[in-house]
């Protein structure tokens, strides 16, 4: 069983930047894809990022490349989601989830294969 908290959410002006955290407790993080998503109000749910078991691949809403960095630290079972450049429309609660596999690609797992989710860390955008 795997748990998953997120936090470094919160009010940024546009163009300024957030770090997002996604930390695991009881399990290691080395076996698992680690995607995030968000959703904002009245919208439905929305894949951002995922990343590889690994961490030798990773891929993006087109949205968000060359904005959004993932990245991941398997010894502190800690998944990183570095947000530069935000935009009004980034505004959601994000979530991170974990799906046990070492498949090389992790964009074919759409959000219902994922099996533990966290809780979601808010992310307002607005001067």
């Known amino acids: 069983q795997v748990q998953l908290v997120e936090s470094g959410g919160g009010l940024v002006q546009p163009g300024g930047s957030l770090t997002l955290s996604c930390a695991a407790s009881g399990s290691t993080l080395d076996y698992y894809i680690i995607g995030w998503f968000r959703q904002a109000p009245e919208k439905e749910r929305e894949w951002v990022s995922c990343?590889?078991?690994?961490?030798?691949?990773?891929t993006y809403l087109d949205s968000v490349k060359g904005r959004f960095t993932i990245s991941r630290d398997n010894s502190k079972s800690t998944v990183f989601l570095q947000m530069n450049m935000l935009k009004p429309e980034d505004t959601a609660i994000y979530h991170c989830?974990?799906?046990?596999?070492?498949?090389?690609?992790?964009?074919?797992?759409?959000?219902?294969?994922?099996?533990?989710w966290g809780q979601g860390t808010q992310v307002t955008v607005s001067s």
């Open positions: 990343i590889t078991s690994g961490g030798l691949s990773s």
């Open positions: 989830a974990a799906v046990r596999s070492n498949y090389r690609d992790c964009s074919v797992y759409t959000w219902n294969k994922y099996n533990y």
